[in-house]
């Protein structure tokens, strides 16, 4: 598909599916939002129908309670004897009120007056025994003292649902205390419904529950209803009419009616008049908004990149035919356009290079593209083939190889190869026999471009001598068996794909003694991919008498090598094969190394980041020069082709060049160039000669070393002050050893015999000062040991002194040391070893100072009463020791300079906790020292846990193993 096309279909699809996008969106926040306004609408409808029904049920309550008040009802509970004139008066007002059942029960709940009536035709009715049967001490319409005076709801009967009220009797000569109960109840018939239906202009309608058939639509939407949290279901039924459905629940809080309200869909036929015309605005921009862009597109975008493509396509086809690209305008198409007016001059002068290049190498090379264009010829083989003109003009490399055709004599195979392999990355060594007795072997490589493979690369190669002795050889070892067992190379005689035959070599090389693959098939000598080509072979063989290819051969022992296998045909009879088999692994690593380089070679020269320049080796004249070059002699490219180098770059004078005239070797020597200011500037200098258009010349590299030379200097010049520095250091250290040792000996010495009473008792202040001051001489004589110590590590002469030994020892010495120090301060020490035995090659004395320093310290941050945990382990010869604590914790900040010497984290005069900051620094350095490591995990108030890690360094891996096991 082209890119007007292209371009066109995906603006047209954008268009398409943002209109739909409009379509969809606008569609539905319209119909969602009309759809909210139906649902509120027969909501409404809904509501009224209910609140219509509680009407119903309020107004009877009212009927019961002012009958119930009635004194007629307390005389004829109070009358236990029949009352013809009070029965009379009862069912008056049961007439009057439009009542079906009047039921007046004493406090006891018996029935004492109970009555039906019909006033559609006023008539009296028995009351329905299933009525009556209801009428037990758990039917909440009898009233007791402790509940309200009224009671409502609905019951449902065979006849119909039946709206009931109950009120309790009161007896105003008692208190007003309960005397019984008063029930009365009228039928919810479908006239009812209809007067709702005429009031409010909303057909009602209403579905019973609890009877024994109920369809499954009609419990559905009781379900929707009851799950609905307004308690309505909203069901439409077609365009115009949507139906609203509720549950009424009987006394008991069971569903007994559906009330279904009909509506007229008024606003969905609003909403879908408004989407319509919203659609029609949509279509409309959407035609106006497409025309436009594709107006645009084509005037402003398309045409322009056809011109472009019209003159890339012509170049593709003949390079030198390219003309310069005219696109009007002064964008990035017009950008473009000069950017390949400027690759198709590059391109054609790399392609001049590359044919020389071709015409100088002695082998015959066609380069060929991916439609068997020839991009690259080798000219003697004009001559050589007998090439026609016009098939020099056309470049048709398939009517080149049809020339050949008469001349070669396994030319179905030879194109069959070029065919399947074409354009692949697979390489191939075909041999092509010519009728006039010559043979040339011809190898095809893939060119590729950025990873990509855009051509073919036929290299000729004249074999016929080689291939004389071949087949001379080939005779012999029919007629000589001997030679055929002697033979350098693996041979394999195959019949019908069958192993007959195989000498001494090819049993080593099949790594199976005793001939044990005779009689097996070939398919163990290749890979599954390469047995198609392997009987390939062993058929073209079998028609031609010989053919030869490269395959991938697999050993006895898996292992796959290159190698080029030669297929001969022993006996036309039986079509019995000759394979020999020649590891040619190293040759085509040579050749995938020698196009490695090649393709190195070119990105090189493409994108060097040194000065180049190119001079004629006989005229100095400079005839060509990089960018960095330029850069580095601050001169213009115009200034300096075609001039003489003396004097401009190189400083040598006339006569006295270094390589023509002094005949030096150049390579990698620092010389200097002059910049264009007259400054010289030092580089690294590599001259090459090389013959290119019959002109000998030299490819001058170099860098520039400026920066290099200054900072050698600047390194020298530290390293000299580094070293003065390091000796005054180690001086003032030996002397510091020596000066303030031996003071600080007799003062601890004299004020530990003053302590130990040798010159007579002290009293409690004195021995309070003696002691201060053999504590503070033996601090700082550690001070010294530790500066002493990291002096020497920094300077690399502290000696580690190894040993094997049980690490579960120096952790028996460390606890004897430090369980003091944490019973002071009733600190929980606890050891846990696991296993209870690890031989460690190691310098044992810096193991205990360096797990002395770090219990020391968690003795000295954790707080009284506080627990300390170190466990010990290994793992993949290494020792792993955690030492936990619960003190004061560490804060991130504070780790990053935990391990520098002389930093303490605390640097207050009044610090808490004293110390001189070089413990954990020489701990650090001691574990180093090992090849260890030591790090930290700590959180402020929650304590910090020290890992460390330490090679056990031990030759025998299995010591720690044995010594566990016993």
């Known amino acids: 598909m082209k890119l007007r096309s292209k371009t066109l279909l995906v603006f047209s ?51 019961a309670r002012n009958m119930g008040s009635s004194p007629d009802i307390n005389e004829l509970l109070s009358n236990n004897e029949f009352n013809y004139s009070l029965w009379s008066l009862v069912y008056d007002k049961q007439k009057e ?133 307004e308690h309505i279901h909203i069901e439409p039924i077609s365009e115009n009419t949507v139906l609203g459905y509720t549950v009424i629940n009987d006394i008991y809080g069971k569903p007994a009616l559906l009330l279904e309200v009909s509506s007229p869909r008024t606003i969905y036929q609003k909403a879908k008049e408004t989407f319509t015309y919203i659609l ?125 055709k008469d001349k070669i004599v396994n030319y179905d195979f030879l194109i069959s190869i070029l065919h399947k392999y074409h354009m692949t990355r697979v390489s191939n060594v075909i041999v092509a ?55 350098n190379d693996p041979i394999f005689i195959v019949k019908d794909g069958i192993i007959q035959d195989l000498n001494d070599k090819a049993c080593v090389f099949t790594c199976v003694p005793d001939h044990d693959i005779i009689a097996i098939g070939l398919n163990d000598l290749v890979s599954d991919n390469q047995r198609e080509l392997l009987y390939s072979l062993i058929s073209d063989s079998i028609i031609n008498g010989f053919s030869k290819a490269e395959v991938q051969i697999k050993k006895a022992n898996g292992k796959l090598i290159d190698a080029e296998v030669t297929a001969t045909l022993v006996d036309e009879t039986d079509s019995t094969v000759q394979l020999i088999i020649r590891d040619v692994t190293e040759r085509k690593q040579i050749e995938r190394l020698e196009h490695e380089n090649q393709e190195r070679l070119s990105l090189i020269i493409d994108n060097i980041n040194c000065g180049v320049v190119v001079i004629d080796a006989n005229t100095h004249e400079i005839v060509d020069v ?72 030299f490819i001058e590299s170099f860098v520039d070393i400026t920066e290099i030379k200054n900072t050698e200097k600047a390194l020298l010049d530290a390293k000299i002050h580094a070293e003065a520095a390091n000796r005054t250091k180690s001086e003032f250290l030996a002397t510091m050893s020596h000066e303030l040792r031996t003071p600080l000996n007799s003062v601890i010495g004299f004020s530990d015999l003053l302590l130990d009473g040798s010159f007579g008792e002290l009293n409690d202040k004195q021995n309070k000062f003696m002691a201060n ?84 310290n968690a003795i000295k941050f954790t707080p009284e009463n506080g627990e300390i945990h170190v466990d010990i382990s290994m793992k993949d010869q290494m020792l792993l020791v955690g030492i936990h604590d619960n003190g004061i914790g560490i804060s991130k900040e504070d780790q990053v300079k935990l391990f520098q010497p002389f930093v303490q984290l605390d640097s207050s005069s009044n610090r808490k ?32 846990t020290f890992y460390i890690s330490v090679p056990l360094n031990l030759k025998d891996k299995d010591l720690n193993a044995q010594s566990n096991c016993r």
């Open 13 to 63: 699809l954008t268009l398409f599916f943002l209109i739909l996008t409009l379509y969809l969106s606008s569609g539905s926040i319209i119909f969602h939002n009309f759809k909210d306004l139906e649902r509120q609408d027969v909501t409404d409808d809904i509501d009224e129908a209910i609140d219509y029904f509680d009407y119903s049920i309020s107004g009877l309550e009212v009927t």
């Open 97 to 229: 009120n439009n009542l079906n059942f009047v039921i007046v029960l004493d406090s006891s709940n018996d029935i004492v007056y109970k009555k039906g009536y019909d006033y559609r035709s006023n008539t009296e009715i028995p009351v329905p025994a299933e009525f009556l049967s209801i009428l037990d001490d758990e039917n909440p319409l009898l009233l007791s003292s402790s509940s309200d005076n009224t009671f409502s709801g609905v019951i449902i009967l065979p006849a119909g649902p039946l709206i009931v009220a109950s009120h309790m009797i009161q007896d105003p000569r008692d208190n007003f205390s309960s005397n019984g109960t008063l029930i009365i109840g009228s039928y919810f018939t479908g006239s009812i419904a209809n007067l709702f239906s005429d009031v409010h202009g909303t057909p009602l309608n209403y579905r019973l529950l609890q009877v024994y058939s109920v369809d499954d639509d009609l419990l559905n939407k009781v379900q929707l209803a009851t799950n609905d949290p």
């Open 280 to 404: 029609y605005v949509i279509v409309f921009a959407g035609i106006l908004y497409g025309t436009a862009g594709t107006v645009f597109l084509e005037n402003g975008i398309l045409s322009r990149l056809s011109i472009l493509k019209k003159n890339v396509d012509a170049a593709e086809t003949d390079l030198s035919s390219y003309e310069s690209t005219d696109v009007p305008g002064n964008d990035e198409i017009s950008s473009l356009a000069s950017s390949i007016d400027h690759l198709a001059d590059t391109l054609s002068a790399r392609e001049s290079l590359l044919s020389s290049i071709i015409d100088s190498v002695s082998d015959g090379v066609i380069v060929i593209d991916e439609n068997y264009k020839m991009t690259h010829f080798k000219s003697r083989l004009i001559d050589l083939w007998d090439i026609p003109e016009h098939i020099l003009v056309e470049k048709d490399g398939l009517k080149l190889f049809e020339h050949m």
């Open 433 to 487: 026999q010519y009728t006039d007795g010559t043979y040339f072997e011809i190898s095809t490589f893939p060119l590729l471009a950025k990873d990509k493979v855009i051509g073919q690369i036929l290299s000729f190669r004249d074999i016929t001598e080689n291939k004389k002795a071949e087949n001379l050889l080939r005779e012999k070892e029919r007629r000589y068996r001997s030679i055929f067992e002697h033979s």
């Open 626 to 697: 990089n960018t960095t070059a330029l850069e580095i002699v601050n001169y213009k490219k115009e200034d300096l082709i075609g001039r003489i180098c003396h004097h401009i770059i190189c400083p040598a004078e006339v006569g006295s060049c270094p390589i023509t005239d002094l005949g030096h070797f150049i390579d990698k020597s620092e010389r200097v160039v002059v910049r264009s200011d007259g400054t010289k500037v030092q580089i690294l200098k590599s001259v090459e000669t090389v013959n290119l258009y019959g002109r000998e010349l």
């Open 773 to 856: 001051i053999s504590h503070s001489g033996k601090h700082l004589l550690d001070l010294i040991d530790d500066i002493l110590d990291i002096s020497k590590i920094e300077a690399g002469k502290m000696e580690l002194f190894y040993e094997i030994f049980d690490f579960s020892d120096l952790i028996s010495d460390i606890h004897l040391m430090m369980k003091p120090l944490s019973s002071k301060k009733d600190i929980l020490l606890e050891f846990n070893m696991e296993p209870r035995s690890i031989f460690i090659n190691a310098d044992r004395g810096k193991l205990k100072q360096t797990l002395y320093n770090l219990i020391g």
């Open 913 to 944: 906790y004293e110390g001189t900051g070089l413990g954990l620094a020489l701990v650090k350095n001691l574990l180093e020292l090992h090849g260890g490591s030591i790090e930290v995990e700590s959180e402020p108030g929650k304590g910090s």
